[in-house]
């Protein structure tokens, strides 16, 4: 009876190991890993953009504190210049400076969605003398008051790595570099060096990815968190350094852990 028993309940133990394994990945971390202590009016929202068509876009990484005129300071301080509108004259532009090789450095950025809505702004930061190949972030302001009482932005900042056909679409566009934490980075610190910040923090963006893909098709890869730059008021410049605030305790480690992942990536 007992072996009869043993035979009925093989099934108990990889039952068990799915359930676990089920409530790990899918309630009980995703929880542990869903932060916003310092804007938790952004807890509810989405945290990747669209295309034109619906498709999902590229990830939100970025988020700025402060007035529409506190941004446009800041990036301007930054070294980063305001993308031209998509009009006739800036799409003739564009294609000349990708195909002679020469300076476009506010090229116009394809529409991303938010929320239903077109970017308000977008800047970008050439890299070399072309078009080709530039940084470049789309932001929508998300929360008129966020939690110290002043606009609070969310954006996506990814790296142009060239042109070619979209791999959804096989419409011509400009391909991503997949590291967009890298990117992130890029713009934290040109803020920082600029004097334009008065502390940083991060929330949860879409947690951590591996295997993202945006509207083009193109791969990417974070740890899912957005940093956020609370601005100088005015554009006054900051002569001593942000303050960091550090994140709970268990995202500190998994951004340890996902960073050691990230090198292993980029060599």
Same mark, same amino acid.
């Given at each position: 009876?007992?072996?009869?028993?043993?035979? !009925?309940? +093989?099934? /108990? #133990?990889?039952? &068990?190991?799915?359930?676990?394994?089920?409530? %790990?990945?899918?309630?009980?971390?995703?929880?542990?890993?869903?932060?916003?202590?310092?804007?938790?009016?952004?807890?509810?929202?989405?945290?990747?953009?669209?295309?034109?068509s619906g498709i999902p876009g590229d990830a939100l990484n970025v988020g700025l504190v402060g007035s529409k005129e506190d941004v446009?300071?800041?990036?301007?301080?930054?070294?980063?210049?305001?993308?031209?509108?998509?009009?006739?004259?800036?799409?003739?532009?564009?294609?000349?400076?990708?195909?002679?090789?020469?300076?476009?450095?506010?090229?116009?950025?394809?529409?991303?969605?938010?929320?239903?809505?077109?970017?308000?702004?977008?800047?970008?930061?050439?890299?070399?003398?072309?078009?080709?190949?530039?940084?470049?972030? !789309?932001? +929508?302001? /998300? #929360?008129?008051? &966020?939690?110290?009482?002043?606009?609070?932005? %969310?954006?996506?900042?990814?790296?142009?790595?060239?042109?070619?056909?979209?791999?959804?679409?096989?419409?011509?566009?400009?391909?991503?570099?997949?590291?967009?934490?890298?990117?992130?980075?890029?713009?934290?610190?040109?803020?920082?060096?600029?004097?334009?910040?008065?502390?940083?923090?991060?929330?949860?963006?879409?947690?951590?990815?591996?295997?993202?893909?945006?509207?083009?098709?193109?791969?990417?890869?974070?740890?899912g968190e957005i940093h956020v730059a609370t601005l100088v008021v005015d554009g006054a410049r900051r002569t001593e350094a942000p303050?960091?605030?550090?994140?709970?305790?268990?995202?500190?480690?998994?951004?340890?852990?996902?960073?050691?992942?990230?090198?292993?990536?980029?060599?």
């Open positions: 009876m007992t072996q009869i028993a043993g035979r !009925r309940r +093989w099934w /108990v #133990l990889p039952v &068990g190991v799915l359930v676990t394994y089920l409530t %790990l990945a899918y309630v009980i971390l995703p929880a542990l890993w869903h932060h916003h202590e310092r804007e938790p009016g952004l807890a509810s929202l989405p945290m990747v953009t669209r295309t034109a446009v300071r800041a990036m301007h301080a930054a070294g980063w210049f305001p993308a031209d509108p998509i009009t006739l004259r800036s799409s003739i532009e564009i294609v000349g400076s990708v195909v002679l090789d020469r300076p476009y450095h506010d090229a116009p950025v394809s529409p991303l969605y938010y929320d239903g809505k077109k970017e308000e702004l977008a800047y970008e930061k050439p890299d070399g003398r072309s078009a080709d190949r530039r940084h470049h972030v !789309r932001l +929508w302001m /998300v #929360l008129e008051k &966020g939690s110290v009482g002043r606009p609070v932005w %969310l954006g996506s900042i990814t790296f142009d790595r060239g042109v070619g056909l979209s791999h959804d679409t096989g419409q011509v566009t400009h391909h991503i570099a997949p590291d967009i934490d890298a990117e992130r980075d890029l713009l934290m610190r040109d803020l920082r060096e600029a004097g334009m910040v008065q502390d940083f923090f991060q929330i949860s963006g879409t947690g951590p990815t591996l295997f993202g893909r945006n509207g083009e098709g193109d791969p990417y890869y974070t740890d303050v960091t605030m550090p994140p709970p305790p268990l995202i500190a480690l998994k951004d340890q852990v996902w960073h050691g992942i990230r090198n292993a990536l980029s060599q």
